[in-house]
């Protein structure tokens, strides 16, 4: 994979879908944070039906802090792993209430110090809320960035650096978008789609399909 290769690669991504938006649903930073932090281990489809129940009952801090761990199970018990993610939002919630005066931080250091926060995640949060120049390397971009070529790595923090290395600066912002999306939806993990890839013919993956 050259770079010639990759420019072409990310303009298609862009004439494709010229604004890509993450699949969860949230209208602030907070939400999208409790979104995320619900996300682990769960389809974005999941969580966007328990957020749409949780939000317009508590969507601030003191509101779901106020819940307790019990309460705000309630809402969440449809996603995996609630009874732990539960209890890591509730102390999230105390900890932005007190040291943060309820706002969410823009820097990875602070959103790593919150339970349940992880470096993809304050990744998230930061490019999606913030827009800062951040990758949040998860299982679908892993694959991608390592099957197709464009940033491969043995492991999430490698891909990371390569891909902030790699991709063309004008598509950066929002490479993780279109690098999830791919994943998801075209370059699957069990049998990829590269009979309707638009980038096929720029990848590195030797055992293509034929499959649409």
């Known amino acids: 994979?050259?770079?010639?290769?990759?420019?072409?690669?990310?303009?298609?991504?862009?004439?494709?879908?010229?604004?890509?938006?993450?699949?969860?649903?949230?209208?602030?930073?907070?939400?999208?944070?409790?979104?995320?932090?619900?996300s682990a281990q769960a389809t974005d489809v999941s969580v966007n039906k328990a957020m749409a129940k949780l939000f317009p009952v508590a969507n601030t801090?003191?509101?779901?802090?106020?819940?307790?761990?019990?309460?705000?199970?309630?809402?969440?018990?449809?996603i995996g792993l609630y009874n732990s993610k539960a209890r890591n939002v509730i102390e999230t919630c105390r900890l932005l209430i007190e040291r943060h005066d309820s706002q969410v931080p823009q820097t990875r250091e602070e959103l790593e110090a919150l339970p349940g926060v992880g470096r993809k995640t304050a990744n998230v949060?930061?490019?999606?809320?913030?827009?800062?120049?951040t990758m949040a390397v998860d299982t679908h971009i892993f694959r991608v960035s390592n099957r197709t070529g464009i940033a491969p790595g043995k492991n999430v923090v490698e891909v990371e650096k390569n891909l902030m290395k790699y991709v063309p600066k004008p598509y950066l912002?929002?490479?993780?978008?279109?690098?999830?999306?791919?994943?998801?939806?075209v370059c699957q993990a069990r049998k990829p789609r590269c009979g309707s890839c638009r980038i096929e013919?720029?990848?590195?993956?030797?055992?293509?399909?034929?499959?649409?």
């Not at 912002?173 to 939806?185: N, P, Q, S, T």
């Open 125 to 133: 949060v930061l490019n999606t809320a913030f827009r800062k120049l």
């Open 1 to 38: 994979m050259n770079a010639a290769k990759r420019l072409e690669i990310f303009r298609r991504f862009h004439d494709d879908n010229p604004e890509p938006k993450t699949e969860l649903a949230y209208t602030s930073p907070f939400e999208l944070l409790i979104a995320v932090i619900l």
């Open 201 to 212: 013919d720029l990848c590195d993956f030797k055992e293509k399909t034929s499959d649409d």
């Open 173 to 185: 912002l929002d490479a993780h978008h279109w690098l999830i999306l791919h994943g998801r939806y």
């Open 61 to 78: 801090p003191e509101a779901i802090y106020a819940l307790g761990v019990e309460g705000l199970s309630q809402y969440i018990k449809t």
